[in-house]
């Protein structure tokens, strides 16, 4: 289980997280959906423990023990793994070797090809390098095929469909099941509907606060509702608000 308690995050005197709380069990995939600005990425780097975001208030728990003394490399090592809005590149590198981690994972081929080819792509792309030769979305695809092979207990996935066509939202749910039919922590960060409903649970994020959770169609249509008329960036709802 993984929870989040009372984080809160300051950055040129503006409240990004404001005593966020809420957690999660393993082989449930949750949606964080919320508009753009309202601190979606900034919880995925806390949550990874990166350098730039260890300077928030409050508790991160992993299994009951606190995580937030730990550094990226030793949260990635307890499992804690991040899918980037903005894939990274890595010049020089073929998709193959970093599939297997420069060879270090033995996997046999006929496996690296099914992964990929749930994320629908074919074993040329193998020999491909992971830089800007390939497109935005095959990136990401090669990044989601990389997460299926590690496994990991925590997999936090900002805006998995970022750079992704619409025709293939089938492949991001056959992904986001094969996770979680491993056991894994599965946390979508999302500002599309279609990817929300995807979970079993889902949280509202705004102004950097969890204002609801529930089942996922209830957040998407309190979200429908609300936040797409909401003029508010960044400042609390007024009292009364969505809090469950
Ligand atoms: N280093 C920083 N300095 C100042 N403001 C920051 C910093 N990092 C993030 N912010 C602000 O914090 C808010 C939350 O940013 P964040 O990237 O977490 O939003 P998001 O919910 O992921 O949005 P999007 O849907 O556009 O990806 C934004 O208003 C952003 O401008
Ligand atoms: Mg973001």
Redesign the pocket.
């Given at each position: 289980m993984l929870e989040i308690k009372d984080v809160k995050l300051v950055?040129?005197n503006?409240v990004?997280l404001n005593n966020l709380t809420a957690s999660f069990d393993r082989g449930q995939v949750y949606a964080v959906l919320?508009n753009?600005?309202?601190?979606?990425?900034?919880l995925s780097y806390v949550l990874m423990g990166l350098e730039s975001h260890k300077d928030y208030t409050g508790q991160l728990l992993l299994n009951g023990d606190p995580i937030d003394a730990l550094s990226v490399f030793e949260r990635a090592v307890k499992g804690i793994t991040l899918g980037w809005?903005e894939p990274a590149r890595f010049t020089g590198l073929t998709v193959k070797e970093y599939l297997t981690l420069g060879g270090k994972r033995k996997i046999p081929k006929e496996e690296l090809a099914e992964i990929l080819s749930i994320v629908g792509l074919n074993e040329d792309y193998l020999q491909r390098f992971v830089d800007d030769t390939l497109s935005g979305g095959e990136r990401k695809r090669i990044e989601l095929a990389s997460i299926m092979i590690i496994n990991p207990e925590v997999i936090v996935l900002d805006?998995p469909d970022s750079g992704i066509d619409i025709m293939s939202m089938e492949m991001i749910e056959t992904v986001l099941h094969r996770l979680k039919g491993k056991g894994s922590i599965v946390i979508i960060i999302t500002?599309r509907e279609e990817i929300a409903v995807m979970a079993d649970e889902a949280y509202l994020l705004c102004a950097g606060r969890m204002l609801a959770s529930g089942k996922p169609e209830e957040i998407v249509e309190f979200y429908r509702k609300l936040c797409d008329k909401c003029q508010h960036i960044?400042e609390p709802v007024s009292k009364g608000g969505l809090q469950k």
């Open positions: 950055r040129d503006r990004i919320g753009n600005g309202v601190g979606k990425s900034t809005q805006e500002h960044n």
